[in-house]
């Protein structure tokens, strides 16, 4: 896809619980494509992936991977387990929407972005939307050294439900490939991601301390005064929103109870919420998702 003629891009969503091996298939799918690229367009696999195309936990990870991008085409980039700062519940965050736009401008590029999270429903609702291809890891054979996956193609819906549907992938000669297996990384790049994340699980967890211990100061409290201004219904539009999200279909009645607000509440907040979302796809032109 990437390396077609027709100027493409891929981006494919990898899910799973803890310990199947996210983290290891992505780097199989990067290294493998890699060296596709290579023999394909000339160079090095390590010209299209390599350690320093892996953004781990936090977002602002992958600005040195984006200031670099118009320099480089036909590159793998890797943001794993991106759900622990990309967080739907944090919808109105800024870094939520610039990422988002970096997410769109990606085609340009040719550029193939894996994400691997527990759960999609732990990342923004636009990248969920933009995904070209998920990756279910399903099972974990650890005496065998492989993990294994379901593959399905992402189809949006764009005309009457907006549904999005899920398509297993089938070749030119009509066979159908369910399920993809993942062997284990070579043990160089292997050490380099784990020392990578290492020093980044230790830098998010003082970075979680320290907020904790800024608890309780006058900046907190001017924001907690704030947010106790807002109208109920607005307070409650995040939780909202990410109710809405998992099930659109859910009652204002239902929400209500799940929030511990009132039925007007939740109704309030649900058209609210509903409403900023037809002026974002408005703004974005993308009205017809909604």
Known sequence: IITSSHNQHALINIIGKTGMGKSNASMYIGLSVAEYIAKKMGGKPSDYFNIDNIAIMK???IIPIMEDLDKKRYNVIIL????ASYSARDFQKSINKNINKIFQTFRDTNTLVILTMPDTFLIDKVARKLAHFQIEIVEKRHD???SIGKLVQMVEQYRGSGKTHYHFIVDSNGVKYPRVVFKRVNAEIAD???KKREEIRKDMMQNSIDAIRKCGTE???????ALDELPAYQRYASEIDTELTINP???CRALGEKLGISKDTADRAKKYVLELRRLKAEKN???SLI
């Open 285 to 287: 032109g993308i009205s």
């Open 144 to 146: 065998q050294g492989v």
């Open 249 to 251: 279909n859910i009652s």
């Open 219 to 225: 900046g907190d409290e001017q924001e907690s005064k």
């Open 59 to 61: 977002l602002d990870s």
């Open 80 to 83: 794993d387990d991106i759900g």
């Open 192 to 194: 380099q991601y784990e």
